[in-house]
């Protein structure tokens, strides 16, 4: 078993000691012990940083995220809310994926203004009607039941 100090961990992950001392509270990670005054962790708690990172970036609660890696497969309301998140991180990737095709098309456009280019907006559009609204999905977090 490999053990990394605080300050090994802080570096590798790219977060700050106070961060994993606070992420050690909230039960996202567990410290196995100490080096005089230094908590020390298993290397494993690099790759739960990644998920914790991942899941944050994803629009996940520190909340939500500390239910999700303490839940067993029996926790069937928590499952519910896990398959909700995803269609919601679909329809996001969806979005984000019409944006960056919308981009690469207008980089090499040669029609003035960019915006008014029928392809520049077909590829904005989920609906081939016309352009969707630049509206944003709901971006209200899932609320996990303690």
Known sequence: MTLLD?????????????ALRYYERRGLIASEGRNGLRRTFRSEVLARLSLVACARASGFTLAEIARFVTATPDDTELRVHLAAK???????IDRLTRMRDSLRHAAVCTRSPLVECPDFKQAISDDPAGPKSAARPDRDHLSFPS
């Open 86 to 92: 995803a269609e919601q991180l679909d329809t996001e």
């Open 6 to 18: 605080i300050a090994e961990v802080a570096e590798r992950s790219g977060l700050a000691p106070s």
